[in-house]
């Protein structure tokens, strides 16, 4: 009598057999190259029949339609160029170009010539290690040439970055079945530090307060450090999401500078950072600051004429109606926050500043959450953990109030 196989023929695309140590394994038979008829075989393993069937179909149907792509032969060079092109979905321009950045400078470079198939941890893990350390590496000069000069390494939060993009590309090959396991699962990041934050406080804050009012974007520094808005939200900030009756702004898109590898940079509107509409409520003296915009900027349309191009419909614009350039922005705080004494203030404290101060004046935690556009309070609350003592202590103060009234 003959002795019973273990293969299956897989709808006709491939075998299906277990083997000895008790995983499942498929093997199928694929032409990579249509003028020579040259085919080859390769097999897929699983530790479930169920899940090796379903990888076997998946393979089979791309070779059917044409888009099967040997594994082997594949180097990390050729996947993250097909990765790029195809898999990375409707990202952000300025996420696309982040990409970009990571695979040509860190992951091209280091790995870029290995197959796919023989990465392996330590490989990403060495590369992680040599992209903090200073080394040279060919940089412009004046004249438009290039030559060998000693960069800096990058930060953690930068590893992080690269980490983020490595093992996003990865496991859409382990989705493919190109590889079997995502070889960054077992790497090392280096502990990321968190920035300083300098929240604008006590006397500083006065003398803030004065010292902007002599500046021309003095409004604006108003309305961020009341608002918290991000640089981009508020330089990208639209009159149609002003809403002087409900006391209401919304903030639905922002201005953000895109830096492309070899070209101009330019300025886009893309979504906020989490991709979500917020709406927040302002204190009243914040509307009225934007309602005195709104008829200064009307007078200046009327006086400018043809030369007034506030295409976007923009609150907070140049004397032209364009947009404001970010950097520039910055150089005025800077020289306000220099002469009061606080120089190491950056944009972004400036959101920190409302941030500090709501939780201090006692708003509750979702509501500051909200107003920043954070994904969760628990963020909110690792953030800005430092400014919960004093609540704590006015809280106990409070209760300790209502003991003495009743006791």
Known sequence: MPRKSNTKRANGSGTIRKRKDGT?????????????????????????????????????????????IDPVKLTVRQWADIWLKEYIGAVKETTKEQYLYQIEEHI???????????????????????????????RKVSGGKTEKKEVPGISAKSVKNLHGVCHRMFAKAVLLHYIHANPCDACELPRVEKKEMHPISGEYFGAFLAEIKNDEFGDLFFVD??????????????????????????????????????????????SPKNGKTRVIQPAPTVMKVLQKIKSQQAEYKLASGDTWKNEHNLVFVNAKGGHLIDNTVLKHLKKIVTKIGIPETRFH???????????????????????????????????????????????????????????
């Open 225 to 270: 450090v009341f608002t918290g808005m991000r640089q981009g939200e508020i330089l990208g900030l639209q009159w149609d999401c002003v809403d002087f009756i409900a006391g209401t702004i919304t903030i639905k898109r922002q201005l953000q500078q895109i830096r492309k590898r070899g070209e101009a940079s330019t300025y886009e509107y893309t």
């Open 349 to 407: 404290d400036l959101r920190h500043t409302y941030a500090t101060n709501a939780i201090r004046i006692g708003d509750p935690i979702k509501t500051v959450s909200e107003n920043l556009g954070h994904a969760t309070v628990a963020f909110t609350l690792d953030v800005y953990g430092h400014v919960t003592p004093a609540m704590k202590q006015d809280s106990a103060e409070r209760m300790q109030r209502l003991i003495d009234s009743c006791c």
């Open 24 to 68: 499942w394994e498929a093997r199928y038979t694929a032409r990579i190259d249509t003028g020579s008829g040259k085919q080859i075989q390769r097999s897929l393993y699983s530790k479930s029949h169920d899940d090796i069937r379903k990888k076997l179909i998946e393979v089979s149907s791309q070779i059917d339609t044409g888009i099967y």
């Open 108 to 138: 091209k470079p280091s790995i870029g010539a290995v197959k796919l198939t023989a990465v392996t941890a330590p490989m990403i893990q060495k590369m992680y290690n040599d992209v903090m350390k200073p080394h040279k590496a060919m």
